[in-house]
């Protein structure tokens, strides 16, 4: 599909996270072209040239969806959202690119995973997209297929997992080794941070106690259980001086630990979701299973009501930065596979739609954060830590014409029957959520308007990122100039060395090591 040639979005108030004017925004293949007052005088349109009306509305960069499993075969099961009508939904939600997650079984390859994800994203995408790879084993071919992909496929975000035991986790000295890896190609390390151990074992203690519901879920995986793997994550991204990202922050306790690495200097940035802000994991003790089983996801949404509110802030202040959805939808048939048996239950929610007026809800028309900081949380700092920005995550002359008209007073009350999603449930059923996207522009092209699609499979592209983002690297290589270890300068030890005689050493077989004993 070809972008419309000519728009002009007249009169709105243009947000950008740093600041908003009124302008007009006039767009042309694509890409916008000119922004100011009275660009063109009323009455004096040309030929080929639409005009949208936006006096009195936002006029806002496009959503950028951090974290997305569209079309994700998982749990003996694949999500009802495949690339098609999940990016449709995604429109319809003022979202106009996602990033979405290749994730190879273990043993098999990086490159062969991600060109899957491209054939079956390529024809259907209605928005813009990209992919993170994830790391779920380690070897040499790893290592190498990482700076492939850097170098020639435009991917600069490697996902470890620390949880799902035997299926993608990976050990501490993995996780130092792909560390290590990133922090050499110029990607940036992400992680899903949960103690898989911890969850194994927990998971079995709660099947012993007849616990077989969702409940034993978020009872197997508690807080402590995200918290600590963030802290060890943390501590070996800093280890090797590598930009760490942290998915799904679902605690108020996860959240501290990000939280407190940032102020002590780490370079860490973390990714709280449209559930995790707009919902609670008190859901899990609802007497309807299947209910409950709709929000059984890893991390577990937190049973602890304040749990938003608290991520809302460190949201709106800095502390956390970006936000996404991890949208994994199952239809209530799919998450049956679990009905005797939570550890079977897919893992997933929706979000891809509603991410945006969630957030307005809960951080904007709540007060706890102006117009330019949702923009920023919600487009401009993924653009940037991705490598994306100006293009993306900015309305600039130059940048993409992927643009949304906002009514922030507006409201609409989410369902299941009225979204546009696959999944057949809605976790965010019956809120009503002020901000609400009237116009969506992708690619230059009005894709949805008052409620009408405008859209074709395949309008979306691939687009790559270039590594060493400077809005992360510039601190990763100072670092490394100056603030290297060095030895100190002394002068050498002249004095008595012991002397270690063959006939004075014993062996400790128990221990399974050689040990010195001296007389």
Not at 129 to 143: F, G, I, P, Q
Not at 303 to 327: E, H, I, K, V, Y
């Amino acid at each position: 599909m070809a972008p419309q040639g000519r728009l002009l979005i007249r009169g709105g108030r243009v947000v950008n996270d740093d600041f908003s004017q009124v302008a007009d925004v006039l767009v042309e293949d694509g890409v916008v072209r000119a922004l100011g007052r009275d660009l063109l005088p009323p009455g004096d349109a040309s030929p080929g040239l639409r005009i949208l009306d936006a006096a009195g509305k936002l006029v806002l960069p496009g959503g950028i969806d951090t974290h997305t499993h569209m079309q994700f075969p998982f749990m003996g099961s694949q999500s009802v959202d495949d690339f098609y009508q999940g990016t449709k939904a995604a429109l319809a939600g003022g979202t106009t690119m996602i990033i979405d997650f290749a994730i190879p079984q273990k043993g098999s390859s990086l490159i062969e995973a991600f060109e899957t994800w491209r054939n079956w994203a390529d024809p259907k995408v209605c928005c813009d997209y990209s992919l993170h790879v994830a790391v779920t084993w380690w070897s040499d071919k790893v290592k190498e297929e990482m700076k492939t992909l850097a170098r020639d496929k435009g991917v600069n975000s490697f996902k470890m997992f620390m949880a799902y035991k035997g299926l993608y986790m990976v050990q501490d000295e993995q996780l130092y080794a792909a560390f290590s890896q990133c922090k050499e190609i110029g990607a940036i390390a992400q992680v899903h941070a949960e103690n898989g151990d911890l969850i194994a074992e927990g998971a079995k203690k709660m099947l012993a106690l007849g616990i077989t519901g969702p409940e034993g879920h978020e009872l197997c995986r508690p807080e402590a259980v995200e918290a600590e793997a963030t802290l060890r994550a943390i501590t070996i991204a800093s280890a090797v001086n590598c930009p760490l990202y942290v998915v799904h922050v679902m605690s108020k306790s996860a959240a501290k630990v990000v939280a407190d690495a940032r102020r002590a200097g780490n370079v860490v940035y973390g990714e709280p979701i449209a559930a995790g802000l707009g919902t609670d994991g008190r859901q899990y003790w609802s007497e309807e299973w299947s209910h409950a089983a709709h929000h059984v996801m890893g991390p577990p949404l937190r049973p602890d009501p304040l749990t938003p509110g608290f991520l809302m802030n460190l949201l709106a202040n800095g502390d956390l930065t970006t936000t996404g959805s991890d949208n994994c939808t199952f239809n209530t048939c799919q998450k049956a596979l679990g009905k005797d048996d939570f550890t079977k239950i897919p893992n997933g929610v929706n979000g891809v739609e509603d991410r945006m007026s969630v957030i307005w809800e809960k951080g904007v028309h709540s007060g706890k954060m102006d117009e330019n900081r949702f923009v920023a949380v919600t487009s401009t700092n993924a653009a940037k830590i991705f490598n994306l920005y100006p293009k993306k995550g900015r309305i600039a002359v130059g940048s993409d014409a992927d643009i949304v008209i906002w009514d922030p007073e507006a409201t609409r009350r989410i369902s299941a029957k009225t979204h546009h999603q696959a999944v057949n449930f809605n976790i965010f059923e019956g809120m009503v959520c002020h901000g609400v996207p009237l116009v969506t522009i992708s690619r230059g092209r009005v894709v949805y308007e008052a409620g009408v699609f405008n859209v074709t499979a395949g309008h979306g592209k691939f687009i790559p990122r270039q590594p060493f983002a400077e809005y992360i690297y510039k601190r990763i290589k100072q670092r490394d100039q100056t603030c290297a270890p060095v030895p100190v300068k002394r002068a050498p030890y002249k004095g008595e060395v012991i002397t270690l005689k063959p006939r004075e050493t014993k062996e400790d077989d128990t221990a399974g090591t050689r040990m010195q004993v001296h007389s």
